[in-house]
């Protein structure tokens, strides 16, 4: 069988190793080419030895005209604003993309710039035109629209968390959905690679904070899916955190339970939607 060949854009930040990290234990991937702006020629393995002998490709400059390009999928693992500009670049050559910003989450023009409000982005899209072709890329709730899909919007850490964790519960009606707290930690890493005295470890050890207690951009998302899914408006309560941990999500949700709905009917919610 005929791998597919995978470009990761921002390979050498925390998001592109963690592409790195999947693809390399897919038996249907082969990574082609790894593509950044930083630490140039040297291998990935170089900046993160746990890769060694797993994959040791060096970092090619995104923008050399000489770059790779026959992909069949190109993951963009940088910040907001990068893939809405370049993406169309890469589907005009035939090659699906996935954006693991925030730019490709929301499939009109009007959603997205509320989320974009929310990271105090100001400007319009960079390529309004293609964010009615973008799915959002939680395959859980969309893996039959994934399937057909050119661009597919990768869905944010937290909201996949509480996403997950609600939408049993939401789709069959279960849970006073005006009840719904999402009470979430993560770890440093999910704040990216560019050093900040906040997260230095001295600063960080020891510390726990929340932030964006009100408007946090993965709030948006959260709404907006567990609406569609339960065909009306959701309002949540979401508090995130950071612990002095590398990495990782946990979501701890509470919600009241409708009168009548005991736990055999919540177990066989989870169990039949998943």
């Known amino acids: ?138 395959a859980e709730l969309h893996r039959e629209e994934i399937a057909k899909a050119s661009l597919v919007g990768n869905p944010g850490c937290f909201a996949v968390s509480c996403i997950l964790g609600l939408a049993p519960a939401v789709k069959s009606s279960l849970v006073d959905q005006g009840s719904i707290i999402c009470d979430s930690k993560t770890g440093v890493s999910g704040a990216g690679k560019k050093p900040n005295p906040m997260f230095h470890y001295p600063a960080r050890y020891d510390a726990i904070n929340a932030y964006k207690v009100s408007g946090h951009q993965h709030v948006y998302e959260i709404e907006r899916e567990l609406g569609l899914v339960a065909h009306k408006e959701i309002r949540i309560t979401f508090t995130p955190h950071v612990i002095p941990l590398c990495r990782g999500i946990l979501s701890t949700i509470y919600g009241n339970l409708k009168p009548g709905v005991d736990m055999p009917a919540l177990l066989d919610a989870y169990r039949s939607f998943y």
Request: with cysteine; charged share 25%.
């Open 1 to 138: 069988m005929k791998k597919i060949k995978a470009g990761i854009i921002g390979a050498g930040g925390y998001g592109g190793c963690g592409a790195i990290e999947l693809l390399v234990s897919h038996p249907h991937v082969q990574i082609a080419a790894l593509l950044d702006k930083q630490d140039l020629g040297k291998p990935i393995s170089d900046l993160y030895p746990h890769l060694k002998g797993f994959c040791d490709l060096p970092l090619i400059d995104a923008d050399d005209p000489k770059r790779p390009e026959d992909f069949d999928v190109v993951f963009f693992a940088t910040p907001d604003g990068v893939g809405q500009k370049e993406a169309r670049t890469w589907l005009n050559k035939g090659v699906k993309v996935v954006d693991y910003s925030g730019d490709f989450r929301f499939n009109d023009a009007e959603t997205y710039k509320g989320y974009a409000a929310r990271i105090g982005k100001t400007q319009e899209h960079a390529s309004p035109d293609l964010l009615p072709k973008s799915v959002y890329g939680l």
